[in-house]
């Protein structure tokens, strides 16, 4: 496509610039495809706002183009319950794709959509229908380059090749501190091209459209690469504090905006006006986008009379639902199988998952070997010429990068063909906490295969050995955070995450060996938490998760020696277990004897579920593991002297002991 500036463009981006200054106080334009009617369709071009603080102008295109945002949504920019917030978010504001605003996120995240479109068009395009050929724009400033997280994105997406890739670096010099060079110096282009990426200068962003168009030309015409644009602009243009740091954050004085009306032309005594001839020309650009899609149909319609079984695969895929019967190769296992480390088990999950959901794209950051995330016939996502792979692979190597793999992973969900799922050591999705959040923030379905999840994995250490993050990712709304204790319990989670469409995961997996439970099963585990060994009238009951559920189940044999009786439950997921029934989840933790908790972690959150808490509140040790276990008293012996004083304690004091369930249930129905 040839992109020839009109004189309505100028007015345009006039008008943006005003309405901008009303809010306050060409993002998409004519080289995208999408329609605004239907803000889904799977092949529309790809948009995303990585500097999020500058999303009025983004609200602006969405309303101009005819998305679900009105001019009252304009006017209440920032308000309480507007679809226009602070900054973009996914799943709230029709027309935006991705949660933006922590920076470079959403730079990492058009790396994802990018990766998904390369895939799709892989798996699904044939010759004559060319169904995935979209392009993928992100706008991006000095903030965004300065982030860790758009650095390994970038180097990512140089090796990958991903020349549906399109960025605009806006180069105006300023960040929130003032002027950039009190921080930042160094030469952006030259660290893209030593990236492999194509670079291509624009010097008048403010005013030399033409420019603009024939950057974006060249980088559609770039076949092995993704693009840098590196548009170099004056922030707050036309505004009396123009190229200052007062223009990155704070609305106009009412003066200013007066002369900046008065300059581009408009009536500085109105508000939020829209030139018919701006209006007329958004309108073409959706209509053209609507023509684009309605051809699109036409396409698909007869790319199913050819392909019948990849058309309904699409659909399937698109409407997010899951394949008939696919949860019945999840494998089963009963106390005469094995003992095996989570790690392997989840292992023997995700080939099983690979054959039945084929949307489904591993990865790991560098530590394959470790993670255990690929399946023996998977093939790796790479450039063909490289020689490494295709792009139809389904397994991503993304490097030393958590960061950015938790935020790529954002956007293959978020292009709506993919479940992603990566791996690292669980200690290590603390590097990628940013992206994790906005996971659970934007409700998209990412799975992160966190294994090593404990002091179970020995001599690497303190620095290794995660004791809080747990407690940190329980923390989080919407996310699930899973712990399980034997291979039904692994399969459990997997059914739960690949089930849960609209909330992130996260599976810790051990590095040691478990056996499996005596009344362990997928149906029970995913309910988040249940029984493993019964007992009436039991003096104690004993809660716990992943490696020391075995552990405590033989403390609950020691008590037994004793003439102690003990109840043992594990508790693998918090959040899924808080989703049940009150009845449930007081039969699982009832009232009358104590509660102890035990996790190999802090004791963090655990006052919502025991009275009681045997844990490490302190950082880890260098030691094989067994050794490990001894020094924290995390043995069963250890586990049943802890038991033994709770219920001293408790029987010396008298007092009638009420499940913490029930006390939290009564708290929020007087309250």
Known sequence: MTFTPQEVDQTAV????????????????????????DSHWLN????????????CLQYIILY??????????????????????????????????????????????????????????????????????????????????????????????????????????????ISIDGDISCAFTEDVA???????????????????????????????????????????????????????????????KDDDVRQVKEKFGFNPDEKFILPKEVADAYHSYAERGGQAHAEWNKLFEAYGEKYPKEKA??????????????????????????????????????????ETLPELLSGSADLTGSNLTRWSEATDFQPPATHLGDWNGRYIRYGVREHAMGAVMNGLHAYGMHIPTAGTFLNFVSYGLGAVRLSALSKFQVIWVATHDSIGLGEDGPTHQPIETAAALRSIPN???????????????????????????????????????????????????????????????????????????????LLKEKGIKARLVSLPCFTVFDKQPLDY???????????????????????????????????????????????????????????????????KAGTPLVSPLVLEAKFLLEN
């Open 14 to 37: 006039d008008t943006i610039r005003v309405l901008a200054a009303d809010m306050a106080s060409g993002v998409r334009n004519a080289f995208m495809v999408c329609d605004p009617k």
């Open 44 to 55: 529309r071009d790809r948009f995303v706002l990585s500097n999020g603080h500058a999303c």
């Open 64 to 173: 101009l183009l005819g998305y679900k945002v009105t001019l009252d949504d304009l006017k209440h920019f920032r308000q309480l319950d507007s679809l226009t917030p602070g900054h973009p978010e996914a799943n709230h504001t029709d027309g935006v794709e991705v949660s933006t605003g922590p920076l470079g996120q959403g730079f990492a995240n058009a790396v994802g959509l990018a990766i998904a479109q390369k895939n799709a068009a892989a798996q699904f395009n044939r010759d004559g229908f060319e169904l995935f050929n979209n392009s993928t724009y992100v706008f991006l400033g000095d903030g965004c380059m300065m982030e860790g997280v758009a650095s390994e994105a970038a180097s990512l997406a140089g090796h990958l090749r991903l020349n549906n890739l399109i960025a605009f670096y806006d180069d105006n010099k």
């Open 190 to 252: 030259l660290r893209f091209k030593s990236y492999e990426w194509n670079v291509v200068y624009v010097g008048d962003g403010d005013k030399d459209l033409k420019s603009i168009y024939e950057a974006i030309e060249q980088a559609k015409a770039c076949q092995d690469k993704p693009t840098l644009i590196n548009i170099r602009t004056t922030i707050g243009f036309g505004s009396l504090q123009q190229g200052k740091q007062a223009t990155h954050g704070s609305p106009l």
């Open 313 to 354: 695969e699409i659909e399937r895929r698109a409407a997010h639902k899951l394949p008939e019967g696919w949860e019945k190769s999840l494998p089963t296992f009963t106390p005469e199988d094995k003992a095996a480390a989570t790690r392997k088990l989840s292992e023997g999950v995700l080939t099983k998952l690979s």
């Open 479 to 557: 996310l699930d955070f899973w712990r399980p204790a034997d291979g039904n319990e692994v399969s459990a989670a997997y059914k739960v995450a690949i089930e849960s469409f609209s909330t992130p995961s996260v599976l810790a997996f051990t590095r040691q060996g478990l056996p499996h439970l005596e009344s362990s099963s997928i149906e029970k585990a995913s309910r988040g938490g249940y029984v493993v060994i019964e007992e009436e009238n039991a003096d104690v009951t004993i809660v716990s998760t992943g490696s020391e559920v075995s552990i405590s189940r033989d403390a609950v044999k």
């Open 585 to 651: 989840r007081h039969k699982v933790l009832p009232d009358g004897h104590p509660i102890l908790s035990v996790e190999a972690y802090s004791t963090f959150g655990w006052g919502k579920y025991a009275h009681v808490h045997h844990g490490i509140n302190r950082f880890g040790v260098s030691a094989p593991y067994q050794d490990a276990y001894k020094y924290f008293k995390m043995t069963d012996s250890d586990i049943a002297e802890k038991a033994v004083k709770v219920i001293d304690h408790f029987k």
